[in-house]
T-cell receptor, first 114, second 119 residues
């Protein structure tokens, strides 16, 4: 079955320390994978996307993610957290080959403390 | 480029009334639009997929007579919540897939969402 799993519902880091948000996927096809951020009462903003080109993807605001096929993972990282990074993060997959539907992870709430 | 807008951004209505939410692709033609629902502190749930000029395809468990979707043009889709009840209160988000150069690997462009509160 096609699925996206976000392993942590909540992550808390101190400002200036690294961020790691974990995501695993399951798909019979070569996936396209995305990370979106959502601030309270706002829509989704695309951070980065993997579309079968480079496995290390750089996104906006210093975020990056590495596609690891052997581990079926697409973890999101940032070297140094900022207070403004506090938000909900969704790992999303286009897992059905030529289909258009996206599969959403359950989200990870990132908290950044002083 | 690839901007999607929603109107209104928030709406409060009385139980039993109908509410229409608009989703527009501002700078591209959207061959397919999606409607999602998001409850507090939860992920997005796909409600339906609409293609321009054809009937929407609803996900299992979504009442098509309650959530009317119209995709009359390549830049506009509307979601009408008919006879709204308090349990319909939610955050509704639309997204669009572009055509031509805007289309890329299943990427959907999301609107800012509409907060519906039914009293």
């Amino acid at each position: 079955a096609q699925s996206v799993t976000q392993l942590d519902s909540h992550v808390s880091v101190s400002e200036g320390t690294p961020v790691l948000l974990r995501c695993n996927y399951s798909s019979s096809y070569s996936p396209s994978l995305f990370w979106y951020v959502q601030h309270p009462n706002k829509g989704l903003q695309l951070l980065l996307k993997y579309t079968s080109a480079a496995t290390l993807v750089k996104g906006i605001n210093g975020f990056e993610a590495e596609f690891k096929k052997s581990e079926t993972s697409f973890h999101l990282t940032k070297p140094s957290a900022h207070m403004s990074d506090a938000a909900e993060y969704f790992c999303v997959g286009g897992l059905t080959g030529g289909g258009n539907k996206l599969t959403f992870g359950t989200g990870t709430q990132l908290k950044v403390e002083l | 480029g690839a901007v999607v807008s929603q109107h209104p951004s928030w709406v409060i209505c009385k139980s039993g009334t109908s509410v229409k939410i608009e989703c527009r692709s501002l700078d591209f033609q959207a061959t397919t639009m999606f409607w999602y629902r998001q409850f507090p502190k939860q992920s997005l749930m796909l409600m339906a997929t609409s293609n321009e000029g054809s009937k929407a395809t609803y996900e299992q468990g979504v009442e098509k007579d309650k959530f009317l979707i119209n995709h009359a043009s390549l830049t506009l889709s509307t979601l009408t919540v008919t006879s709204a009840h308090p349990e319909d209160s939610s955050f509704y988000i639309c997204s669009a897939i572009g055509s031509g150069r805007v289309r890329s690997y299943n990427e959907q462009f999301f609107g800012p969402g509409t907060r519906l509160t039914v009293l």
